[in-house]
């Protein structure tokens, strides 16, 4: 029983770390051009390579 009164906390505490992450995603735009995105994979631009 001792177990869970460790592993609840660090559950939640993770759960909080993972939403503020996602929230931190989404106040910084990083889904704003997702049609743009995906077009960019398909472009064939040999300077665009790695080498």
Do not use: C, H, K
Request: proline share 8%; charged share 20%; hydrophobic share 50%.
């Amino acid at each position: 029983m001792n177990i869970v009164v460790i592993l609840a906390p660090f559950s939640l505490a993770l759960a909080l770390i993972g939403l503020a992450a996602f929230w931190w995603t989404l106040r910084n735009d990083q889904y704003e051009d997702p049609q743009g995105d995906a077009s960019r994979i398909l472009i064939e631009d040999p300077e665009d390579r790695p080498l």
